[in-house]
């Protein structure tokens, strides 16, 4: 007497698939609105370095100077532990340029968000160029 | 006939019973995983709404003046229709009225529901508190006030941090505001 098998090749497909399915259904609800809000969290914390830096008098003390070094002493100061930025001045002609990140801060993942803002110092325009992302140390 | 009578079959095969077995483990796994599912669209949309919820409201505090620009006026009250909104800028974003900022932090807990009816923290079980420092030019911590209800054990809690300054004292003012329910 033979004996019909159980699991057929169908089954075992449908099986697959409904297990598939799941998953993938899993995968895309976690996480879907994260990166969303992280970039508008990223896009507002910089709006708000930029103000601070062209109300406080830094982009001036900078330029004054010739010095990036307090700018990085801002952003670790002020910044949230998570949160990575740098600043990037430079002149119209991008003859004078200065940069400077937030301590341990130079490695970037991929998400970065820049905000752009312009500085008028002795009618001499200079531009700004602020980049933040998240960080994962 | 007589075969028939003597050996009686049985309902139950083993085959059957290894479907069946199976067929609930499958059903188990499928109720299982849906049941996360369902959990997690829950945990999304809670979080979804606390983010939108929260940057919606911490824009117009750091972002606009109130209306009247006013607010933090003594002879006006909440339970009126004196006070559309607040804000605690000078007028510019993320430069803060250092005056709007005192009576927000000294009136908060007084006034707690009104605020958080006129912050926009209403249709949901919300809870809210602020953390504002205060710091010099040179980064020195000269103030810090916590206000509103801090959440006693772990629940559903979303926490913005943003930077403003003020012009008049030269200071830096770091505004972290949890929201959650």
């Not at chain 2, 019973?17 to 199976?22: G, H, Q």
């Amino acid at each position: 007497m033979k004996k019909g098998m159980l699991f057929t090749i169908e089954a075992m497909l449908g099986l697959l698939l409904v297990i598939l399915l799941l998953v993938s259904i899993y995968d895309n609800i976690s996480d879907s609105k994260l990166p969303k809000f992280s970039n508008l969290y990223l896009f507002d914390i910089s709006n708000d370095i930029l103000v601070l830096f062209r109300h406080s008098g830094e982009i001036d003390k900078v330029i004054t100077t010739k010095n990036p070094n307090t700018l990085g002493i801002f952003l670790d100061y002020m910044l949230p532990y998570h949160i990575c930025s740098s600043i990037e001045i430079s002149d119209h002609l991008g003859t004078e340029s200065y940069i400077s990140f937030k301590p341990g801060c130079v490695i970037r993942n991929q998400n970065v968000v820049s905000v752009f803002g312009s500085h008028i110092i002795d009618e001499e325009i200079y531009y700004i160029n602020i980049q933040s992302w998240i960080s994962f140390k | 006939m007589n075969f028939i009578k003597t050996k009686k079959s049985q309902a139950i095969t083993l085959d059957l019973v290894l479907a069946m077995i199976i067929f609930m483990l499958i059903i188990s796994v499928i109720f299982f995983t849906s049941e996360i599912i369902i959990q997690k669209i829950d945990e999304n949309q809670i979080r979804y709404d606390l983010e939108l919820v929260s940057r919606n409201s911490f824009e117009i505090l750091l972002n606009s003046a109130g209306n009247p620009s006013n607010w933090h006026n003594n002879s006006l009250t909440f339970n009126s229709t004196d006070i559309k909104s607040i804000g605690l800028t000078d007028g510019r974003n993320s430069l803060l009225d250092i005056k709007k900022v005192d009576f927000f932090i000294n009136s908060f807990d007084l006034y707690y529901d009104e605020y958080l009816k006129t912050i926009g923290l209403i249709g949901f079980n919300y809870s809210l508190f602020f953390n504002i420092t205060q710091y010099d030019i040179n980064y020195n911590k000269l103030d810090e006030d916590v206000i509103g209800k801090v959440p006693s054990s772990k629940k559903h809690v979303l926490i913005i941090e943003r930077l403003a300054f003020n012009t008049l004292h030269d200071r830096y003012i770091k505004i972290k505001m949890g929201v959650w329910i």
